[in-house]
């Protein structure tokens, strides 16, 4: 079963104008997590609003990455669950730099079936499901995505942009970089935060988004989901499926997200 797309594009919003609302004060409360991550008022004033207005639009449980995560015997009963980050990118959100998004996955037997990713500074919705995926831009229509499409040989590929972020595994991802300027004419790498580097390259702006590092599942499900609806994929640093929700614990140790799966990566990443 689908959500209503309508309904969950308005309650990120809702979410997101309660971050903004904070962003915009000259000071607010900001503590730190037990794995001493950062946590912010926005954080919960947008965990709270999402918590309380998801089952109202699909009645299924709700992990959200501010609350207590379920045990994975609880979990393993569920055949439908959201999955949230209320405010993915907070230090990009401390830092002012704006980078930062609300994340909302439906995750239906361990597959991510809806995804959402809404930036508040910019007022872009990006999101997907049923094989169909969607920016929206403030009041005006919604425009279909369309990732990048290689569909070439590997020899004859000019250029591949690279999406990174611009505070982890940077080490790595310029070792990638290298490796596969030796194959490829041009490699630009791109710097995004949040899940925003998702949500561009579902929609053509990059070619690859790999992360050397641990992620929470909250992180990269809605990204996932509106990936698979334009072609693309998100997959483990051995080139297998990722699955949400049925593991003991909710961390990914990496990912290669590809805008085109049908484009021969594996011969690039792991040659």
């Known amino acids: 079963m689908q959500p209503n797309y309508a309904a969950v594009i ?18 607010y409360t900001v503590v730190e997590k037990a794995d001493e ?30 609350a ?12 439908q669950f959201w999955l949230v980050d209320p405010l993915d990118g907070t230090k990009e959100f401390i830092d002012r730099h704006g980078e930062f998004t609300v994340n909302i ?33 403030g009041t005006e229509p919604a425009i ?3 990732a990048s499409n290689p569909n070439v ?16 595994g ?23 935060g949040s899940a925003l580097k998702l949500a561009y390259l579902a929609s053509g702006q990059g070619e690859i988004y790999p992360r050397f590092g641990n992620v929470s599942e909250w992180d ?10 334009v072609g693309g994929d998100l997959l483990s640093l051995q080139y297998e499926s990722i699955r949400y929700g049925d593991k003991p614990s909710m961390i990914v140790p990496g990912f290669f997200a590809i805008g085109d799966e049908d484009f021969d990566w594996r011969t690039l990443l792991l040659a």
């Not at 940077?170 to 995004?192: F, H, N, P, Q, W």
């Open 10 to 27: 308005d309650l990120a919003r809702t979410a997101g104008a309660a971050i903004l609302e904070i962003y915009n004060r000259s000071e």
């Open 144 to 146: 279909p995505l369309k």
């Open 153 to 168: 040989q590997i020899g004859e590929f000019d250029r591949i942009r690279v999406l990174g972020s611009k505070r982890h």
């Open 220 to 229: 990269i499900a809605a990204g996932h989901a509106i990936l698979r609806c």
């Open 37 to 66: 991550s950062p946590l912010t008022e926005a954080d919960l004033a947008a965990h709270h609003i999402i918590a309380a207005g998801l089952p109202k639009i699909l009645d299924v449980p709700v992990i959200s990455e501010e």
């Open 170 to 192: 940077t080490d790595k991802l310029k070792r990638l970089c290298e490796k596969l300027e030796e194959k490829v004419a041009s490699v630009e790498l791109i710097s995004v």
């Open 68 to 79: 207590d995560t379920p045990e994975q015997e609880q979990r393993s009963q569920w055949k």
């Open 105 to 137: 996955a439906l995750i239906q037997e361990g597959q991510p079936v809806f995804g959402l990713i809404y930036a508040p500074v910019t007022d872009e919705c990006f999101y997907g499901g049923e094989g169909k995926a969607f920016c929206k831009v």
